[in-house]
């Protein structure tokens, strides 16, 4: 199986229209990085994107990372954790629905000749946008109505698992959906979005845990960009790159200090 790596689809599939016409016979596994789109209102709708999806990209397998605009994997009707051999781990799956797998938190995954760690969630910041315009409160709130998930971030106990599983661990790379606080986009903030009301709670969680084990890339989406953040940090959004090439990417500019002159890179690249 080849895999690769893409951003936040938010139901828009039509990335993958190319990348079909080229992959026919070869399996394909595509690492989605939250914000899937198919299951955000938990409705007939939801039903039908999966059907589609799984119909029109036979030869496709989605791993998809939770983000915030969506469902945990684990409320899903008939949802069972299956073994999957091609990544040797357990993953959420739904029968009728087999070619979308939902990766678990904190556990190492192998995608090909590499092994890669999720973490989904985060924070909305349009939560209280999304609460208000269905005269919904946190107390009153309906998912189905709204599209907002209380529990959206991990919690502190979950923090706290995979804090302890990953320390002292070895991986090429991290899967997220938000980032460190230390690798957080901030100029691609919204700016009618008051910064001081936004729950950092997970980012800052990343921040302390990042240097607690050994990782070669990381990558996230959320922020909506496709960039080079830091060194070995990438964001992605609609780019869709194949694991082999971010890797050698990396090993290259460890050996040279080179990147390919039109990489996308971030104005805090060369932060120290």
């Known amino acids: 199986m080849i895999f690769y790596v893409t951003g936040d689809c938010h139901g828009q599939f039509s990335r993958f229209d190319n990348l079909q016409e080229f992959n026919t016979e070869i399996p394909v596994g595509i690492i989605c990085l939250g914000d899937f789109g198919i299951n955000f209102y938990l409705n007939k709708n939801d039903e039908k ?118 320390k002292d661990t070895k991986v090429d790379f991290v899967f997220t959906h938000t980032c460190p606080i230390d690798f957080q986009p901030n100029d691609l903030f919204l700016g009618f979005i008051d910064q001081s009301k936004v729950d950092s709670t997970m980012e800052i969680w990343m921040d302390e845990i990042k240097d607690t084990f050994d990782w070669k890339i990381w990558c996230f989406g959320h922020y909506h960009a496709d960039r080079i953040e830091r060194p070995h940090v990438e964001q992605f959004f609609k780019d869709m790159e194949e694991l082999n090439v971010i890797y050698e990417r990396w090993d290259k500019y460890d050996k040279t200090g080179e990147l390919d002159w039109w990489l996308n890179k971030s104005p805090n690249f060369y932060m120290k």
């Not at 469902?71 to 739904?94: C, G, H, M, T």
């Not at 938190?105 to 969630?121: E, S």
């Open 49 to 166: 994107n999966k059907k589609w999806l799984c119909s029109k990209y036979k030869n496709f397998v989605f791993y998809v990372v939770k983000g915030n605009h969506e469902a945990r994997p684990s409320v899903l009707k008939n949802i069972q954790k299956v073994f999957d051999n091609e990544v040797f781990q357990y993953v959420w799956q739904e029968p009728a629905y087999p070619n979308i797998r939902y990766l678990c938190d904190g556990v190492p995954y192998t995608f090909g000749k590499y092994i890669g760690v999720c973490i989904g969630g985060a924070y909305s910041v349009d939560k209280f946008y999304r609460l208000a315009r269905v005269n919904c409160t946190e107390e009153t709130n309906n998912p189905k109505l709204t599209g907002w998930f209380a529990d959206e971030q991990l919690t502190k106990e979950e923090m706290e698992v995979i804090a302890s599983n990953l």
